[in-house]
């Protein structure tokens, strides 16, 4: 097994041991590429959320929120081209009977490519020591230069065919490559065929049109545009804000919660004058980028994708990607989507979607720029960058979930030493006491060890203790999760230790 396959295999099973992401309906064995999240699973993710909608919604004046029905009417997913052209390119191969999108065959074999590069520069750092300069190698050693003209080749081939729809041509290049399916080893493919993502369902017991489970957010909020515009009295440019589910029937659902049919978005449309998309593109960039980092999960776990095949609405777009244990893979999306829904919109449903700038004295029909990124990804870049185990003296292991302790499920938990002498009772108080603010936790069970150990395992940033003392001096030891250093402090200055290493303005500012 490989490390990433081995951490991967603890990460699940850590999730269901401490109850943050169960199988979905596990009694009937469950059902593939679908989760629940668990009690500690739950608070993380509504902690994520949180932070997500302080950041956009409420320390920006401009942007305000929004919670769209995930029915909306059938035309909707024609305006927006999801009927048309919201397809993944399917192949199976004969033999193992297996599926793949030929897409992402083909993705994969640029990433071999890619890794040969990687491994060239590896050997030539070696030779050349601290003289190695890896621009200036990858832009003259013939080899790298030949293997990055391939890459651009195909790249451009994958972008003409997709993009015209020519199916024969895919399966083609996948044969001329001489792809080989994984499980069987053979090229015996299929041809390829489209697949459209959407999950139909229909309203009422009455005949009537074909409902979609909507695939992304961001439609509620075009077609909402106008009703929030006015009745918030926004002015351009202005950003509308939305967290909620959607749904794909992705054809390879794998990496546990990476790649889900059921999955909840986090999406930002930003209103802003034609001509002026690229510079907030930029900006929403930067600020998203600013936004991860502020988690201080490893600057060096994050890149930014450029697309080069943009989809039919974009004029630019890139992936925020986050070091996965499987790699570097997409966790959010800044896309500059032009006028293109609000347009469409407007031709299908009939209605105006323009906005009056008084500034300039004219009518216009919006630019977007949004802003998207999986919740459940981004809870599953948490847990994988949290997660590891450490010595901690006398040859003993921990477990300890390493996350920004903002983000944490508890902030504190509070152990009388024993169940008697009035410990106990000292110790609610205080619980009463900080359990407005933070979600705490009361343990009386097991050893103070022992319940350090599950504390550690779930990511609680501190552990208060009760001991004889405390009754007569009103002081308690607190315990850093990280560092494992107990302090005694007096009770009453909890408040303001929990606070300094959760407070929300501590991480973004
Ligand atoms: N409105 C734009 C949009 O939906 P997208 O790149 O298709 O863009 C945005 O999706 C984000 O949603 C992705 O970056 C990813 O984090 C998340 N996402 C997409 N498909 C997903 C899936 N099947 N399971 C979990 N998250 C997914």
């Known amino acids: 097994m490989t490390n990433y396959e081995d951490l991967f295999k603890k990460v699940i099973a850590h999730c269901k041991e401490y109850g943050f992401v169960f199988q979905s309906s596990e009694i009937y064995d469950g059902l593939s590429a679908s989760y629940d999240y668990g009690p500690n699973g739950i608070e993380l993710k509504n902690n994520i959320k949180d932070y997500w909608w302080k950041s956009m919604v409420n320390i920006n004046e401009n942007i305000v929120g929004l919670d769209a029905a995930i029915f909306m009417h059938p035309n909707t997913w024609k305006a927006s081209g999801h009927v048309d052209a919201f397809n993944d390119p399917l192949i199976d191969n004969k033999d193992s009977k297996k599926r793949y999108r030929a897409d992402t065959l083909l993705e994969n074999y640029i990433s071999k490519i890619e890794a040969k590069i990687e491994k060239d520069c590896l050997k030539a750092a070696k030779r050349f020591g601290q003289a190695f300069d890896r621009k200036k190698f990858v832009s003259t050693n013939k080899r790298v230069l030949a293997r990055q003209a391939e890459i651009n080749n195909l790249n451009e081939k994958i972008h003409t065919h997709i993009s015209s729809g020519n199916l024969s041509a895919i399966k083609s290049l996948i044969e001329d490559l001489d792809i080989k399916c994984p499980v069987s080893g053979t090229s015996n493919w299929t041809d390829v065929r489209q697949f459209n993502l959407m999950f139909k369902t229909q309203i009422g017991a009455a005949k009537s049109a074909d409902l979609y489970l909507r695939p992304e957010t961001a439609q509620g909020i075009f077609v909402n545009f106008l009703n929030v515009q006015k009745t918030s009295r926004m002015k351009i440019p202005f950003g509308v804000a939305q967290v909620g589910k959607a ?127 999986g ?78 150990r599950r504390q550690d395992a779930i990511g609680t940033p501190f552990c208060v203790t009760i001991d004889h003392q405390s009754l007569e001096d009103n002081t308690v030891t607190i315990r850093d999760r990280d560092t494992m250093i107990q302090k005694r402090v007096s009770a009453t200055s909890l408040r303001s230790i929990i606070s300094e290493k959760v407070n929300f303005a501590k991480y973004l500012y």
Not at 429 to 444: A, G, H, P, S, V
Request: neutral net charge; contains cysteine; proline residues 4%.
């Open 247 to 373: 749904f794909r029937n992705e054809i390879i659902a794998r990496q546990f919660i990476f790649r889900m049919r059921e999955f909840e978005q986090m999406e930002m449309q930003f209103f802003v004058r034609p001509g002026e998309e690229i510079k907030w593109y930029e900006y929403w960039k930067n600020t998203r980028m600013k936004w991860h980092k502020s988690l201080k999960m490893g600057n060096e776990n994050y890149r930014f994708h450029d697309h080069e095949n943009l989809a039919h609405y974009a004029n630019a777009a890139s992936d925020i990607e986050f070091k996965f244990p499987f790699g570097f893979k997409e966790l959010e999306g800044i896309h500059s989507r032009t006028a293109f829904d609000l347009k469409s919109h407007q031709k299908y449903s009939g209605k105006k979607l323009m906005y009056f700038d008084q500034e300039i004295n004219k009518s216009y029909t919006p630019y977007v720029v949004e802003t998207s990124i």
């Open 375 to 452: 919740l459940d990804r981004m809870f599953l870049a948490v847990l994988t960058n949290s997660l590891c185990e450490e010595e901690v003296g006398n040859g003993e292991m921990r477990t300890v979930l390493k996350i920004p302790p903002l983000l944490s499920p508890l902030k504190a938990a509070i152990l009388p030493l024993t169940k008697k002498d009035g410990m106990p009772e000292k110790a609610r108080k205080i619980m009463q006491d900080l359990q407005i603010d933070f979600n705490c936790q009361y343990e009386e069970k097991d050893s103070i060890g022992k319940r350090y």
